[in-house]
């Protein structure tokens, strides 16, 4: 059998019966392709692999780094300065631009490995059906139409159909989000938007067959499948400035246009004075080059780099270093519930008998050793004993260990957090094996949503069934499944120690039960029993009538404990927690209740997004008295969608997350922070931080270093241009005022260099200031200089160059040689006095001390040590042209030093708005939404 178009990418494969995709497929239902047909079309369709667009190469990125604008004014004055035989001047700043260049792209290079983890989810060999007989083959040969057999514990190989089954149940957490194993069928769905945790008639690459057996057809292999559109949404995704590095940016390009400008001015009054020509184009490209600040990339780096490491001691291992400081203005965590939120571990939270419930107080701890006999009912509540025993008994999961040590449950998780609970009542699995072993069962299947064992009575122990007549009886049959299902095969219902008839007041109290349950977030299985006189000689699904219901367990995947501070934390800090996930919408919602993600509202599932405008989704996101914080049901493709909606709405988004479905809105979130430990390869390669303890509370410690390194840089920059601005007042004015050029082009570059590179670093390890996580992130539409700053910094600038311009002129009124050389040694240490101050935004100098942050002391007294050096050392003071100073010289240098120093403490003081210091720039996030005014932080508006 052929077909013309054996392959239909997107076709509604679900919706379809087996045998129309069969035909469609241009497959024989029971042998498979042919071998020729299946190498016709591996030619067609090429191997079952995930195909590697490839990303930035370092060459690419060290030319983005030659085309930054303050890489290009550097160039064009080292060209000026060559033209003109200056090779001392040309040298040094050929220097700057290849540190510029190389720190550079070290630091934005990145291999974009994603796409290889991808692959590393393939299967290298896998059972199909051709020419009527099972065969291994691999993998990468899988075509369209091979009729794939699949067994517990495979890892799926491709998209495909199924078209039998036999108590068939696969993983698909890692895809869709679903923390509990989805039971498969054969029949055909309906819906025409169902998401792919809903459609139950298929298998999906990269998830795992976790029980039963079962045949489907392949319909889609390679960048086809669902998990080749992530791997194809990774690539067309990119990543975006950070807001740093959008300031900076725009910083460096203002810098550049004020370096050239006033260069301009200072030729032209150069010229107009009668100055050299030569000796005016030297000075023009000093001065440019000292606007810019040279030391920014370096120290940048740097700071970001040791705050990396710092972070990897706290668990947080940084990918991507401007991930760092792009943790200091998140506004909101978009995080996934599965594994990051909750435990990944289902436990059981209530059994519920027809009139009484048993609730759950103990925790199963973090490794997941289960002590028998620790949970204890209160003294008003009945052992749910029969509940429990058939709950363990009727189940395949294991448990591994010791009583003394405790056990570990093995298997399908749902089972076994029914093994955790009847060990935690002090009756583990293999006590209750041996006290009633199975000799006959009914597997589970999707169409009957139950599973039925029989075991032997013998010389059982009479409390594991208490209050149960088992005269005359020789076996039990244990009957565990959908409460509806149990419900409708009952005859009778347990109360206690005793059974009744199971009339309609017992119906509606069970169902009621149920649904409590559901309303709460939890998964429900009840569990019913019968009686047996002797074993059948076929054991059926006929024995699944005239049970007896013994009650109903009530499942959840509950929160991690410490994500309840750090939510609160995060709230506190003035970030929103969010949910997305593809789990069920009443389970996520209970959860986000639990944690106070949310206080209320509905939750947006996929299929309700799926018919939602852009605009319409922007507003669910951002208006109303609740906007939507929790999401369900929803596709890696929504996921994008939510990140980018918050994102146009002014948001800084992280988003948190573990399992394949993650990865595109890792990559496209501002940082994207993956699990270390439950965490998919994928997730971990597409996110800018990797958890590694994977504990949602290692968020909070990196969300504050990462405040104080966005802090700190924000610091220096601020430093840096008030000092160069101090310096350029100099250059312009003191022409004006009557003295020559006050400083030498390479005097310029010196002052520069060390105090924007050592004090810079300095002020980029400086601890974090109080209250650091009680105020809110800086608005992301917000510059550097924004005000007050901004002001702050023309003051700081006024200040230093007033003093340098002060001492400078009385010496040359004076006629004292050492003129030029006192305003190129007060220049250098005014900014000392300019670092200690730049320390905090709101303490004082001496409030905050001068030995908090040692690596700034170091760099103080190695500024002074190399500026006394280059004014007093034979022959270096020649090459810079100064005169050593005498010993009046030095202490007039240090006492205006001084006068600088409380000057800055004056401008800090009064220099801004009042209340504005202490969180410059931050701004309140609306209680109701959080949403920040303002274009896409993306966009770089």
Not at 118 to 139: F, M, N, S, W, Y
Not at 326 to 355: F, H, Q, Y
Not at 358 to 365: G, I, L, Q, S
Not at 537 to 552: I, M, N, R
Request: charged residues 20%; proline residues 7%.
């Amino acid at each position: 059998m052929t077909t013309t178009s054996p392959h239909l990418p997107g076709a509604p494969w679900h919706l379809l019966p087996p045998e129309e995709a069969s035909l469609r497929l241009g497959t024989d239902p029971e042998r498979g392709l042919s071998a020729s047909e299946a190498d016709r079309r591996f030619q067609a369709h090429g191997p079952n692999e995930l195909q590697d667009t490839g990303g930035r190469t370092p060459i690419r990125i060290m030319l983005e780094q030659l085309r930054a604008t303050m890489v290009l004014v550097l160039l064009g004055a080292a060209a000026l300065a060559a033209s003109l035989g200056d090779i001392k001047n040309t040298v040094a700043i050929g220097a700057i631009v290849v540190l510029f260049v190389a720190l550079g792209t070290i630091q934005e290079y990145r291999a974009e490995k994603a796409i290889a983890a991808l692959k590393r989810l393939a299967v290298p060999e896998v059972t199909v059906v051709r020419d009527g007989r099972p065969q291994e083959i691999e993998a990468r040969r899988l075509v369209p139409g091979d009729l794939l057999v699949l067994d517990a514990g495979d890892l799926v190989p491709a998209d495909a159909r199924l078209t039998v089954t036999a108590g068939l149940r696969a993983q698909e957490a890692a895809l869709t989000g679903e923390s509990n194993p989805v039971s498969k069928r054969v029949e055909p769905l309906t819906g025409d938007h169902l998401p792919l945790g809903d459609r139950r008639n298929m298998v999906y690459t990269g998830t795992i067959v976790a029980q039963g057996r079962g045949r489907a057809l392949v319909v889609a292999t390679a960048m086809d499948t669902e998990l080749g559109k992530i791997a194809g949404l990774l690539q067309q995704t990119r990543e975006g400035l950070t807001p740093l590095q959008r300031r900076l940016d725009r910083v460096g390009k203002a810098l550049a246009a004020a370096g050239v400008a006033v260069a301009g001015l200072i030729f032209i009054l150069g010229l107009l004075r009668g100055d050299e020509l030569r000796q005016m184009v030297l000075t023009a490209v000093s001065v440019a080059v000292a606007v810019v600040p040279e030391g920014l990339p370096a120290v940048v780096t740097i700071t970001l780099a040791l705050g990396a490491q710092r972070m990897l001691r706290r668990r947080a291992l940084v990918r991507r270093l401007p991930a760092v400081e792009t943790l200091g203005s998140v506004t909101i965590i978009c995080s996934d519930k599965t594994g990051t939120l909750t435990e990944n571990r289902m436990r059981v939270a209530v059994v519920d008998v027809a009139d009484e419930s048993f609730y759950f107080t103990p925790e199963v701890d973090r490794e997941g050793t289960v002590r028998p006999g620790e949970a204890r009912p209160p003294a008003s509540a009945t052992p749910p004993v029969l509940a429990a025993v058939g709950g363990a008994l009727c189940n395949d999961a294991r448990l591994e260990g010791e009583p003394a040590t405790g056990y570990r449950t093995v298997g399908d998780p749902t089972e076994g957090a029914l093994l955790a609970a009847a060990a935690l009542m002090g009756y583990p699995k293999p006590h209750l094996d041996g006290a009633l072993p199975r000799r006959a069962e009914v597997p589970f299947d999707s169409e009957r949503k139950r599973m039925t064992t029989v075991h032997l009575l013998g010389a059982h122990d009479p409390g594991l069934l208490p209050g149960l007549d088992t005269a005359g009886s020789r076996f039990v049959a244990f009957t565990k499944g959908s409460v509806e299902g149990l419900v409708a095969l009952s005859a009778r219902v347990w109360l206690k120690d005793h059974s009744a008839p199971m009339d309609d007041k017992w119906r509606e109290r069970v169902f009621a039960g149920e649904q409590a349950l559901a309303e709460n977030g939890m998964r429900v299985l009840g569990v019913a029993l019968r009686l047996l006189p002797a074993l059948p000689d076929a054991v059926s699904a006929d024995l699944e009538q005239d049970l007896t219901f013994v009650g109903l367990f009530g499942m959840i995947d509950p929160p991690r404990p410490e994500v309840f501070e750090a939510v609160e934390t995060c709230r506190t800090a003035g970030i929103i927690p969010a949910m997305i996930t593809g789990d069920h919408p009443l389970t996520a919602l209970e959860i986000a209740r639990r944690l106070q993600i949310t206080e209320g509202g509905p939750a947006l599932t996929g299929a309700q997004l799926e018919r939602m405008s852009r605009e319409e989704l922007q507003r669910a996101v951002s208006e109303g008295p609740q906007p939507t914080r929790v999401f369900a049901r929803v596709s890696p493709e929504h996921k994008l969608r939510i990140v980018e909606a918050l994102q146009s709405e002014g948001h800084i988004v992280a988003m948190t997350g573990d399992g394949v479905n993650d990865a595109p809105a890792l990559r496209r979130a501002d940082i994207g922070v993956a699990m270390g430990v439950t965490g998919t390869d994928v997730a971990k390669e597409a996110a800018d931080m990797v958890l590694l303890d994977d504990n949602f509370a290692t968020i909070v410690t990196a969300v504050r270093e990462g405040r104080t390194i966005y802090d700190n840089i924000r610091k220096f920059v601020r430093f840096s241009v008030a000092g160069n601005t101090g310096k350029v007042l100099v250059m312009l004015l003191a022409p004006f005022l009557g003295t020559p050029l006050p400083l030498l082009p390479l005097q310029l570059l010196w002052l520069n260099l060390l105090t924007d590179g050592l004090l810079g670093l300095g002020l980029g390890l400086e601890p974090p200031e109080r209250g650091v996580m009680h105020r809110p992130p800086y608005s992301p539409t917000e510059g550097v200089f924004a005000r007050p700053a901004g002001r702050r910094v023309l003051l700081t600038g006024f200040v230093i160059g007033a003093a340098a311009l002060a001492v400078g002129l009385w010496y040359w009124h004076t006629a004292w040689a050492a003129w030029q050389t006192m305003m190129f040694t007060l220049l250098a240490f005014a900014q000392v006095a300019q670092a200690l101050v730049a320390r905090s935004d709101t303490e004082s100098v001496l409030h905050r001390g001068l030995v908090g942050n040692p690596l700034l002391t170091a760099m103080v007294t190695l500024v002074v040590g190399m500026q006394l050096a280059v004014v007093y050392t034979p022959g270096v003071n020649d090459f810079f042209g100064v005169v050593a100073l005498t010993p009046f010289d030095l202490g007039v240098a240090v006492a205006a030093t001084v006068l600088v120093l409380f000057a800055l403490e004056a401008v800090k003081r009064f220099g801004s708005a009042p209340g504005m210091p202490a969180a410059e720039g931050s701004r309140p996030l609306p209680a109701a939404s959080g949403a920040a005014a303002g274009k896409s932080p993306r966009d770089g508006r």
